[in-house]
């Protein structure tokens, strides 16, 4: 069974950068043709796509993130990261990390993990 | 951008009762890429309906999808207790995928 298990600080200060990091169990991310992605769920603003990446690197963001974003994979860890540079307050949500149906939509999520901003 | 407005914002129902839960798109979703979660409090979003009406694996048949164009709906025929949370769409058709605000499900 797929799992996917985000890990990075639960406290970032402004204008740092926010690093996660999301490993996979259950797959191969180098063997598979998925599409990965990371979003979050910003308090009392709802869900937000962040981006996504594909298993041969390319990736595609959300231009609408105030924030630069950066989306890597590590296929000899089976690993995916984000980094969110210059953060401030208005970052502070739960972070996921979740694979996208082939048709869309993303089936299979972290658990989500609480990054808060502040100094 | 497409913006999602979903309505009603809050559905208070009794169990064994029928929700019907609408998702209207600020322009034509393309393809119906259009895809309906379900989350609980401390949970991650659970993928029940993509391509507008295509039920996702293990999701029971009492939820339905259906719409396209700019008007989608997510039908739960007969609410079972653990259908009680909070439902979001997400369109995938136009860039950047974005999520509606999400309906409530709450207990009458």
């Known amino acids: 069974q797929l799992q996917l298990q985000e890990s990075g600080p639960g406290l970032v200060k402004p204008s740092e950068t926010l690093s996660l990091t999301c490993s996979v169990s259950?797959?191969?991310?180098?063997?598979?043709?998925?599409?990965w992605g990371w979003l979050r769920h910003l308090p009392g603003k709802g869900l937000q796509w962040i981006g996504s990446?594909?298993?041969?690197?390319?990736?595609y963001y959300n231009p609408s993130l105030k924030s630069p974003v950066t989306i890597y994979i590590d296929t000899s860890k089976n690993q995916f990261s984000l980094r969110l540079s210059s953060v401030t307050a208005a970052d502070t949500a739960v972070y996921y990390c979740a694979k996208l149906h082939k048709i869309g939509g993303f089936d299979f999520w972290g658990q989500g993990t609480l990054v808060t901003v502040s100094s | 951008e497409i913006v999602l407005t979903q309505s009603p914002g809050t559905l208070s129902l009794s169990a064994g009762e029928r929700a019907t839960l609408s998702c209207r798109a600020s322009?034509?979703?393309?393809?119906?890429?259009l895809a309906w979660y379900q989350q609980k409090p401390g949970q991650a979003p659970r993928l029940l309906i993509y391509g507008a009406s295509n039920r996702a694996t293990g999701i029971s048949d009492r939820f339905s999808g259906s719409g396209s164009g700019t008007d989608f709906t997510l039908t739960i025929s007969r609410l079972e207790p653990e259908d009680f949370a909070v439902y979001y769409c997400q369109q995938y058709g136009g860039s950047p995928s974005t999520f509606g605000p999400g309906t409530k499900v709450d207990i009458k």
């Open positions: 322009q034509t979703v393309s393809g119906s890429f």
């Open positions: 990446i594909y298993y041969t690197g390319a990736t």
């Open positions: 259950g797959a191969s991310i180098s063997h598979t043709t998925d599409y």
